[in-house]
């Protein structure tokens, strides 16, 4: 780079740090970004923009999605987040254009929004007699079932659930983080970065903690001589330390260097040690020709809990290493990926961590990538991996126009988004068991270098399809929801047309996916499989059931896209209580609220409270923004 261009380049980047600067502290655009015309915007968002946000890729929200944004949280996205490679040739005009364009004529001045803060004291965080549920899992073990002393919620109490209370989180679109439960506060992170800490039974606010980046992540509790810590991840790879009972920040760390690093999974706390699982956006990155990829590898980061320091890091592949030029001359790299999206494992058992991963990013693919995994606790050596989908090296490259980063073999990309559930078989021996994108479910013996005990199809498999975010386990069951879902091209003028790929307007088929089974933990053998109820005429629905599994003694959770929780007998898969999130809520806080859909963080029930986020927004589903608490008759 010459001199000049050093001076031009760093002249941009302060100019925009200004305006970044200046949009987060007014929460609007300048003034002179009404002289940008709304041709002009939207020109650019098609010719920069649309082909992603328009073409079916996934984890790209559409036009209509974008427009439920607040304007300061599109530019930071494109002047500094997770957008910031696409929008690295765009002028600041250029960038308040398109943001003009999606949010249309500047919205009247927003009223304050009412005090929700706690007018009394809660009960003592410490207090152990409290009912919990901490953390992505219940336990370490990640098997998301709560006993009955915890859940406090029977059978019979599961069909009186109504709605008790409502809470909205401002601005944001997403509502991707489940709830923690512990000490009688809700903690609970958002798109917009805000971590809260709620009043359990009324919904309060305790505390507001802001992260700046979005919190995905549940919320891990502690304790120790300081007394009760909250840990998470957020979207720029950063873990994070709070007070539990003030919001105050202990510590803060930043787990891996690589700039496509992001913490999607929940840190799993054992004897003061916390196992933070890193995934990346350099899948979404590679749509770019120009970006020179793949260097990420997924990893889990073991870091002490009092201070942050990083103890070992154990990388799921041996470092990238230049491989070919793409057809503009970029150098590409490999092997990459191997992404840890989901909260690891602990088996203290045998001093190791189990974890599951994404596919690779470029070829050749790596062995480790579509696996179960295994680290050795004390120094992250990897001790073995059993890889179940071979040769699957893909990024969104291959689902765009822009296809010079794609891999020569492009993928059928069968990630594990679930993390691997530890269970006891009734023979002596113990099972990893998780699901895959594939549509597979798989148990591996982790004391035989996990040699695989059963395999089992519940699901056709594809990109968005298979198992996506998690499933359950109570003594002898595990409880498995399927995704598969469809796209279907639709005539362009047809209504309820939400995507458009490479031309071909899509929109959510309504016939494809979903269903529930429970399958025997020892063999692998369906107990009982209830299909989706179905979508009827409803506009924009899929039967698609992505959302995590939760579990209690005597009924199953099941959240889908078309934004319904419904509740399954647990000895016979009947449906036994069925809510439709998707509507407009009056909420605690005061914020303006609805539902959407459910995919992502499952249900959590502690106290005789059920809690779960409402609202996905994702190639075509339902935008939401709403914490839900429901308790037997609402009271």
Known sequence: MTGTARRRSGCTLSA??????????????????????????????????????EGGVTRAPDANALRQFRPERMSFALMFGMMSQQGRDLSQREIQAIVRYLVGTAPEQQQPLPDSTCSERGPALADASLPRWNGWGVDIAQHRFQPAAMAQLSPDDVPRLKLKWAFGFPGDTRAYAQPTVWGGRVFVGSAGGKVYALDARLGCQRWVFDAGFGVRTAITIGEDERGMTAYFGDQRGETYALDAESGKLLWRRRVDAHAGAVITGAPTLANNVLYVPVSSVEEVLAIDPRYSCCTFRGLIAALDARTGEVLWRGYVSPPAQPIRLNEIGVQLFGPSGGAVWSSPTVDLKTSRIYATTGDSYLDPASTTSDAFVAFDLGTGRLAWSRQLTEGDAYNIACSSQYRANCPGTKGPDFDFG??????????????????????????????????????????????????????????????????????????????????????????????????????NQATGEIVWHAAHPGCGDRPGCSPAQSAAVTAIPGVVFSGGLDGHLRAYAAKSGEIIWDVDTMRDYATVNGVSAHGGSLDGPGPVIAGGILYVNSGYTNYGTAPGNVLLAFTVDGQ
């Open 16 to 53: 925009r740090l200004l305006l970044g600067v200046g949009i987060l502290l007014t929460g609007v655009l300048p003034d002179h970004a009404e002289e940008a015309p709304n041709s002009r915007g939207e020109a650019l968002y098609r010719t920069r923009c649309a082909s992603c946000h």
């Open 418 to 519: 679930s993390s691997p559930m530890l269970v006891d078989l009734p023979d002596g021996r113990r099972a990893l068991i998780a699901g895959q994108k594939s549509g597979m479910v798989y148990a591996l013996d982790p004391d035989r270098d996990g040699a695989i005990i059963w395999q089992r199809r519940v699901g056709l498999g594809s990109t968005l399809g298979g198992v996506q975010w998690g499933s359950a386990a109570d003594d002898a069951n595990v409880y498995v929801a399927v995704s598969d879902v469809g796209m279907k091209a639709v005539p362009p003028a047809a209504a309820g047309a939400q995507k458009s790929v490479f031309g071909i307007p899509m929109k959510l088929d309504p016939s494809q996916g979903g269903g529930l089974y429970a399958m």
